[in-house]
């Protein structure tokens, strides 16, 4: 690493002593099959002082779970250190129309429109999505061309996350818009990712029974919120 640059070899221990995140690639038989990607991962990014006190909060109040999106450049960050409440600081990149918090919403509409994605970009459908031990169309294309088969091949991605929120009186709903001024108060939970332009159903809500049940499915025990 030396040889290629005296930097990388630092560089690389910072990348592994400071984070704190845990990334967990879902098995196809895991998935959420409604998000149409096969790129999904489960998140336990939280550091323990952080889930201690979602715990806490939980036990008080339940929780739910809603969407937050987010431009490709934002996601380094949100995957090492988790959300926080970006609102008139620097980090702030849209408008606080409705105070200052964690913007999120139960419709992913919503928050795929905060992650760049573009409603007439090619949607993917599940017969589009490769199998588990099937070679995808992606993973086709690298290969007639002689490249060597990556995770993605795609430089235009777009990001979306799906949280666990606690529903105290500080959750404040605006219609679709969801506000939560308490940083302890949402976990990034679930982590997709999109590419070669493609999109995710924009018709899916999280408040809907058969949607939510399917959350607590793939979620499991994975959490220490349990």
Known sequence: MDKQDPLAHPLLQWVISSNRSHIVKLPVN?????MHTPHQFLLLSSPPAKESNFRAAKNLYGSTFAFHGSHIENWH???RNGLVVASNTRLQLHGAMFGSGIYLSPLSSISFGYSGMNKKQQK?????????????SNTSQSQKKGQQSQFLQSRNLKCIALCEVITSPDLHKHGE?????????????FFFVYEDGQVGDTSINTQEPNIHKEILRVIGNQTATG
């Open 77 to 79: 960050s949100i995957l």
């Open 124 to 136: 993917v459908s599940a017969k589009d999505e490769p199998a588990s031990g099937s070679k995808g």
């Open 177 to 189: 818009i969801w506000v939560v001024p308490n940083t302890d108060h949402v976990c990034t939970r």
């Open 30 to 34: 895991r998935q959420l099959k409604f």
